[in-house]
Nanobody, 117 residues
Framework: QVQLVESGGGLVQAGDSLRLSCAAS????????MTWLRQAPGKEREFVAA???????YYTDAIKGRFTISRDNAKNTVYLQMNSLKPEDTAIYYCAAGSSRYNYFYWGQGTQVTVSS
């Protein structure tokens, strides 16, 4: 059983940056594809970014060029560096561990990101 704990969310202004972290415990972190998803109020949860076991990265078009996903297998942690934040980035951000960027075995509890205009 893998436990995932997100941190780093908060209230920022448009144009600011945040770095989210997701710390994993209880499993073999390096064997999982790690994914960030988000859910805005009144909307469905959506894919944001993923990093494979080999370090390949994938992004949704809405955040390309602004967000960067990375992983540190020595620290069992995946990060999401978010720059040039926009109000439409406001959401609860979740990390997930799975076998692909669309197949998840474990979820974190989420961290709130609010971007004011």
């Amino acid at each position: 059983q893998v436990q995932l704990v997100e941190s780093g969310g908060g209230l920022v202004q448009a144009g600011d940056s945040l770095r989210l972290s997701c710390a994993a415990s209880g499993g073999t972190f390096s064997t999982y594809v790690m994914t960030w998803l988000r859910q805005a109020p009144g909307k469905e949860r959506e894919f944001v970014a993923a990093v494979t076991t080999g370090g390949n990265t994938y992004y949704t078009d809405a955040i390309k060029g602004r967000f960067t996903i990375s992983r540190d297998n020595a620290k069992n942690t995946v990060y999401l560096q978010m720059n040039s934040l926009k109000p439409e980035d406001t959401a609860i951000y979740y990390c997930a561990a799975g076998s692909s960027r669309y197949n998840y075995f474990y979820w974190g509890q989420g961290t709130q990101v609010t971007v004011s205009s």
